[in-house]
């Protein structure tokens, strides 16, 4: 007992230490860069690199924690190294396609953001190697090394940022793009030794199992697509009717969410922390802070909704969900932006989360016990909490 409180204590560390640290990131970027516009180029190329590796990457992580588990407890050793050399090629092309999709965002993006775009290509791949190695430590059941990993990974984020964002947007990328190579070769070092203490076995066809492993990846990642298109193309989209010092304006204020259980205080005075934490400049935001306050207080009360689905043995309703709440917001994004900047695009992400609250209201009560499927093993839960509170901090 004593070491798995240990452990679990070392996984919340990490965990929350990596959300602060990249807190503190968005910190450091809004005050070495010498105006509001070029804190908003560099929200813009964020949004870009996020959306090029959430949506066209293909989520495996989830289906490895799944189907690893299954092979590990049934010492199924072939077709547990036939799982992994299929992730690695699936994760390869993957970040193929949004390394490409950015090489081409930065030739139709304004001059100045090209080659810091070009910078962010390279690290797609990057990620998806680290969340690859990532995935093996959870089925060692070392979320503590993990959520340690994750949290070094964003520790040497911020340094990059801090070191190349005092000289511009393209060096500043070029940090980033630095620290996700060191992040990953330590990531993969750690993960091969852990892949290396399993039994080691020839690998086999997966068989019968094919068939469920393929939907089981493209129903995670047409969730994470979904979400991708909510998170990152809404401030693109932001940008592409206004300028990109609103997207920066909408960057600036996100991070505050992690306050969300003083919403009433943080409302009345998040202009002077605002003023405080980043700068003068940036007071502008305000007004969409508070709105997207809101947005978050909402979304805190129906932060139960992300492991529910998955509880009950129906993930697919994250799809359906998130999806409407897309549809929602994505239109509104231009036409509420357009008028009111990033103020606007606020209100589109707090009507969004209303409409997917209510959701999640009648399908709740709507739910019958012959509704719900078998749950999975608790194991595959904590990894899928632990690879979204990642995916947060990134």
Known sequence: ???????????????????????????????????????????????????????????????????GFRYTTAEDW??????????????LAGSAVGAAALVVFAFLAPSRMTIALLLAAGIPLGQSLEGLAGSVLYLRSRYDLRALLLAWSMGLRL???????????????AGVLAA????????????????????QAP????????????????????A?????????LAPLLLGAVTTTTQ????????????????????????PTLIRWI???????????????TIAAAVQFIFGWTKSFPVTIGRPGLRVVTHGVEALVVLPLVVVLGAKWGATGAAAAVLVGMVVFAVMWVFIFLRIEPSDVQRPPAIDEIVAEDESEAGALAR
């Open 180 to 199: 996700q190579v060191a992040a990953t070769a330590t990531v993969v070092a750690v993960g091969l030794l852990a892949f290396r203490r399993f039994p």
């Open 224 to 232: 994470t697509g979904v979400l991708s298109l909510r998170a990152s």
């Open 1 to 67: 007992m004593s070491r798995l409180f240990v452990r679990r204590s070392l996984t919340a560390v990490g965990i929350y230490s990596s959300v602060v640290l990249g807190f503190a990131a968005t910190v450091v970027a809004a005050k070495a860069f010498d105006s509001t516009r070029a804190f908003g180029d560099y929200a813009t190329v964020l949004f870009a690199a996020a959306l090029s590796q959430v949506f066209f990457d293909l989520t495996v992580e989830e289906a490895l924690v799944k189907y």
């Open 278 to 292: 980043y700068d003068p400049a940036y007071v502008a935001a305000a007004n969409a802070a508070r709105v997207f």
């Open 247 to 270: 997207v920066g304006l909408r960057y600036s204020v996100a991070a505050f969410l992690v306050s969300l259980v003083l919403v009433p205080p943080l409302y009345i005075y998040l």
């Open 78 to 91: 072939g077709r547990f190294r036939r799982l992994f050399d299929a992730a690695l090629r699936f994760k």
């Open 159 to 173: 340094v990059g940022i801090a070191i190349g964002a005092r000289y511009g947007l393209a060096e500043a990328r």
């Open 203 to 222: 690998a086999r066809e997966l068989g019968d199992d094919r068939k469920g492993l393929r939907s089981f990846i493209v129903q995670s990642s047409a």
